[in-house]
């Protein structure tokens, strides 16, 4: 109030009103009764905090306080944060040797490709690998020419689906890659194979590592995990031999790339060798009971059809209609069921998507997936001795047999019985006509 004043007898006025605001309490002590004023003079000071000892203005709890604290600080550092920080530490080395520049990509099974970038005092990356090429390209598009490729540049061509705009990379092709794709790159490219049991080397603590969600702990072989073949894919992948993918007897009833078993397991593996050697003979249903594989072909069966037939029940009764609309039952009809169920979804579908359990494309051309092939085990009723050349494809461009080898000397047989039965017509109508 008195610094905004700038007239003299303003100021002079606003110093005596402050004086008396300032003096009031005075005043009005004044008018206070003399007992009053005798009984305030006369009272004992109020007691104090009590004394305590300290030194340079630091007293005995506050030291001990202190101190506790600082000692609860450092156990808990050592105990706590200094483990939690050695062992982020050993991931850290673990996952990047000491290199923090990396890339990685994981496949549809959660294996993980990664690759290296260094760059060295001229701007360039330093290039190691092809894979680390295809990472400078997709990182450092402006350093490199652009290069387009398809797979892994300079060794392999998986015909991985090429990406519009920027040059494919590898690591971006891994994120692409289907079930199929992936199952070729663990075999072929990570381990230089086609079709076989990978349980070694780097797949085995990976594999290890897995299989601990599924109450798996130590396993060291295929054969620790063939009770698992048919509910994980990823044993497919690394199992192929053991899970039967390469076999017509196998366990598993898918047989194509997208359910993990490698896609070349069938030109690659048994399969040429077992049905070559195979009688051309429908297989009893009572040797089928008795298989170690056909209970496991039926769960399968009824389950992928219960997925695929979710929301058309009605159709799938009439497909099975000849068994009550039990298509299980059906299944387990055995050689009968390669009848039943062309006529089923035919009756369904029509003619159009040529269905057929002997070539293991139950659904024709509507389902590109392939399930087990009847042919080897029912011969006869698919049609090997008129056609012994039958075959399947997990890949177009790999067709396999399979129909036995005995189903075309049997054709050979009978072509000649044939003819020679018409030659033996021909002489006779010849000698009538003499």
């Not at 349980?199 to 063939?226: H, K």
Request: proline share 7%; hydrophobic share 40%; glycine share 6%.
């Amino acid at each position: 109030l008195l610094n905004s004043s700038i007239d003299p007898a303003e100021l002079i006025l606003n110093a005596v009103a402050l004086e008396i605001v300032l003096n009031v309490d005075e005043v009005l002590f004044s008018l206070v009764p003399l007992s009053t004023k005798h009984l305030l003079m006369h009272m004992e000071p109020l007691p104090g905090p009590p004394t305590v000892k300290h030194f340079r203005g630091l007293d005995k709890r506050t030291a001990i306080v202190t101190t506790f604290l600082l000692f609860m600080f450092v156990l808990f550092y050592i105990g706590g944060v200094q483990p939690l920080v050695d062992r982020i530490k050993a991931a850290e080395s673990e996952l990047c040797d000491g290199q923090r520049h990396v890339i990685f990509a994981t496949d549809p099974y959660q294996f993980v490709y990664s690759a290296t970038l260094e760059q060295n005092d001229g701007g360039q990356t330093n290039v190691n690998v092809a894979t680390e090429t295809a990472v400078e390209e997709l990182v450092y598009p402006e350093l490199v020419p652009i290069r387009n490729y398809s797979g892994i540049q300079g060794h392999y061509d998986l015909g991985f689906p090429q990406v519009v705009g920027d040059p494919p990379s590898y690591l971006r092709q891994v994120a692409l890659m289907t079930n199929s794709e992936a199952a070729v790159a663990i075999q072929e490219v990570e381990m230089g194979v086609v079709c076989e049991d990978i349980m070694r080397n780097q797949i085995l603590p990976f594999m290890q590592t897995y299989m601990l969600a599924y109450g798996v702990e130590g396993a060291s072989s295929c054969a620790d995990l063939v009770h698992l073949c048919v509910e994980v894919p990823i044993i497919r992948v690394v199992c192929p031999i053991t899970c039967g993918c390469d076999s017509p007897f196998g366990l598993v009833f898918d047989i194509d790339g997208d359910t993990g078993c490698p896609s070349r397991c069938l030109e690659a593996g048994r399969w040429p060798s077992i049905v070559s050697s195979l009688p051309c003979k429908d297989t009893p249903v009572s040797e089928l009971q008795a298989s170690s594989y056909w209970h496991s072909w039926v769960r399968q069966f009824t389950e992928r059809l219960a997925y695929i037939g979710a929301g058309f029940e009605d159709a799938m009764a009439i497909i099975c209609s000849k068994h009550g609309g039990n298509c299980t039952r059906m299944f387990e009809s055995g050689c009968d069921f390669v009848t039943d169920w062309a006529v089923g979804v035919k009756t369904v579908f029509g003619d159009y998507y040529e269905p057929s359990a002997c070539t293991g494309k139950y659904f024709g051309s509507a389902m590109p997936t392939i399930w087990r092939p009847f042919a080897p085990i029912c011969p006869e009723r698919c049609g090997c001795l008129e056609n012994p050349h039958l075959t399947t494809s997990v890949l177009e461009d790999s067709p396999v047999a399979i129909c036995p080898s005995t189903c075309e000397a049997g054709t050979s047989a009978a072509t000649n019985a044939t003819n020679a039965t018409n030659e033996t017509d021909i002489d006779n109508d010849t000698e009538t006509d003499e």
